[in-house]
Nanobody, 126 residues
Framework: QVQMVESGGGLVQAGGSLRLSCAAS????????MGWFRQAPGKEREFVAA????????YYADSIKGRFTISRDNAQNTVYLQMSSLEPGDKGVYYC???????????????????WGQGTQVTVSS
């Protein structure tokens, strides 16, 4: 069983920055994909960004492209989401998740992910 623990959420003013972290309980190898999703109240959980564990290929949702950066630290089994130029529309609970696949292009589908963290709240004030 893989456990994922997010941290780094909080309250920030519009235009500000936050860095989210997601620590995994196991050392990944092979074709794992790590993703970030978010869910605003009353809305579906949506894809934000993903990164392949081995090659470091990245994928982003159009809504955050150029503002958010996903990265990983293999030694620490940790994935980060650096969020800049935050907008009120970025508010929500942010989840990290992972799945094993040789097709990282499917990383935008939340149904593909096997393990999820408990989420961390991000609030952006206007």
């Amino acid at each position: 069983q893989v456990q994922m623990v997010e941290s780094g959420g909080g309250l920030v003013q519009a235009g500000g920055s936050l860095r989210l972290s997601c620590a995994a309980s196991v050392r990944f190898s092979g074709s794992y994909v790590m993703g970030w999703f978010r869910q605003a109240p009353g809305k579906e959980r949506e894809f934000v960004a993903a990164i392949t564990w081995s090659g470091g290929s990245t994928y982003y949702a159009d809504s955050i492209k150029g503002r958010f950066t996903i990265s990983r630290d293999n030694a620490q089994n940790t994935v980060y989401l650096q969020m800049s130029s935050l907008e009120p529309g970025d508010k929500g609970v942010y989840y990290c998740a992972t799945f094993l696949s040789n097709q990282p292009s499917i990383c935008r589908s939340k149904e593909k992910y096997t393990y999820w963290g408990q989420g961390t709240q991000v609030t952006v004030s206007s």
